[in-house]
């Protein structure tokens, strides 16, 4: 694996506390090149997050921990594994009727959202309110 000299997305943007929209919208714009490449090769990420962003010493993005990804996932195709990272899972996972690569959209948009913002959409301490909060509650502008 390249050494990213850059370290986590998330220690940029924990202390930054949020970016500005054009930085925002270079890293988004990197990831989404990043999430096509993994869907058009049948692999569903499944834990996008900012931990899980690397940036090397120019500041261009690289995706690790591929430890919940799911391969061979065909269009049209589902799977029922209940993973992710609570802050960025996707509704499809919480009600386990199976999901498919949009789960990797919920959660780029939900870290969007954090990047502008400071926190995840639905963010609480009380993992089940947030759960809940990510099925039933609209997401808040800010």
Not at 15 to 34: H, N, Q, V
Not at 54 to 70: P, T
Not at 101 to 112: A, E, P, Q, T
């Amino acid at each position: 694996m390249d050494f990213m000299r850059g370290g986590e997305l998330f220690f940029h943007l924990k202390k930054s506390y949020k970016f500005s929209e054009k930085r925002a919208r270079f890293f988004i714009a990197e990831l989404i090149l990043g999430i096509e490449f993994l869907h058009q090769n049948g692999c569903v990420y499944r834990d996008l997050k900012p931990e899980n962003v690397l940036l090397d010493e120019k500041g261009h993005i690289k995706l690790a921990d591929f430890g919940l990804s799911k391969t061979g996932i065909e269009e049209g195709q589902k799977t029922n594994t209940f993973c992710g990272t609570p802050e960025y899972i996707a509704p499809e996972i919480l009600i386990r009727a199976g999901h498919d690569k949009s789960v990797d959209w919920w959660s780029l948009g939900s870290l969007l959202y954090e990047m502008l913002s400071g926190a995840p959409p639905h963010y609480s301490k009380n993992k089940k309110l947030m759960f809940k909060n990510i099925l039933f509650k609209a997401i808040p502008m800010k």
